[in-house]
């Protein structure tokens, strides 16, 4: 198989170094300045084990790509933009071709299975920072991430089982799943937290926000009749990766990173606003989700730096739409 990564930040950035160092062809797409330089010094790859710079091939463009039919896509960049990525992809390259999922949230494959045919879910516990332009920094060793990969909806197939062996080469725990998405409802649970390092810094104490956050989406995914893997078995499941001791503490999550580095989007609305969708389809309130992604998306709007807010003020707004 030859892997395409759309998106080549912590994650994107993390499997393909990985893959690149056991043999695989690799191709990333990437822009701006991360573009300019890989393109100029290869993709600077730090590890617990590895501090390198891999040569590897990197373009701006999907049409850039001689694409075949064992080319298998993973969509790693933030879910915000996976339509305008696969619009691109679905302009140039065929609706057969194999398109994993290995985003947080869960709504990017059935937006995927639109415009191709064989799409994948992977659920996504790997620990990486990328602040910096042409570097990715991976802090977990083996297994370097959990990325169970399963069909989406269900099932598995070849592909599924070729994708985890190679994976699994490159060090990787990755398990064939056909109900996949269990775990990234779950993991869903673990990232409605994302955007409280965004509005209130790191570090800092978050009150019971993190369980009123938990508490709408679990009564959401009940009312819904939808399935998530249980505490426990996240528990037991997702601690099989650690924080190498020997690396620098890890930076915030990944909604943190992208403001960090300056976006001015972020996934929130695919997370806690995922949360508002479902309350709001199946008529339950979900007040504080509402109001993070309101939030968010206001400190974004207003230019404000990360950690602007007060849990006070959160608190109170919560309230104020009750």
């Known amino acids: 198989m030859k892997y395409v990564f759309y998106g080549a930040g912590a994650i994107g950035g993390s499997i393909a170094a990985r893959l690149i160092l056991q043999g695989h062809q690799v191709t990333l797409i990437t822009r701006g300045a991360h573009f300019d330089q890989i393109s100029k010094s290869g993709l600077h790859y730090q590890s617990p084990s590895e501090d390198t710079q891999l040569d590897c091939t990197c373009v701006k463009h999907p049409a850039d790509i001689n ?3 064992d080319h ?11 339509h305008a990525a696969l619009t ?17 949230g869960v709504s990017n494959e059935a937006s995927a299975l639109r415009f191709f045919k064989n799409v994948y879910a992977m659920v996504v516990v790997l620990p990486a920072v990328h602040l910096t332009a042409g570097t990715v920094i991976h802090t977990a060793e083996y297994p370097g991430g959990l990325l169970d990969v399963g069909r989406f909806p269900a099932g598995i197939d070849q592909t599924c089982t070729q994708i985890a062996s190679d994976l699994e080469s490159a060090g990787f725990q990755c398990t064939p799943d ?15 937290g994302n955007a409280l390092q965004v509005l209130l810094g790191l570090d800092t104490h978050y009150g019971d926000l993190p369980k009123q956050l938990k508490l709408e989406a679990v009564t959401c995914f009940e009312v819904a009749g939808i399935k998530w893997a249980s505490r426990q078995e996240t528990r037991n499941h997702f601690q099989a990766v650690t924080i190498s001791q020997e690396q620098t503490t890890r930076s915030g999550g990944s909604t943190w990173q992208g403001v960090i580095r300056g976006n001015q989007s972020v996934e929130t609305p695919f997370l806690n606003g995922e949360i508002s969708y479902l309350g709001r389809i199946h008529g339950i309130a979900t007040p504080a989700n509402d109001t993070i992604t309101a939030l968010t998306q206001a400190m974004l709007k207003e230019n404000k730096p990360a950690g602007s807010s007060t849990l006070s003020d959160i608190e109170h707004a919560i309230k104020a739409i009750q």
Do not use: G
């Open 67 to 69: 694409w075949q039919p």
């Open 72 to 82: 298998v896509i993973f969509l790693t960049m933030k879910s915000q933009d996976s």
């Open 88 to 104: 691109e992809l679905s302009r140039i390259v065929p609706a057969q071709t194999a398109v994993v999922c290995c985003q947080n």
């Open 178 to 192: 056909s109900q996949v998405m269990r775990w990234k409802y779950a993991k869903l649970l673990q990232n409605l």
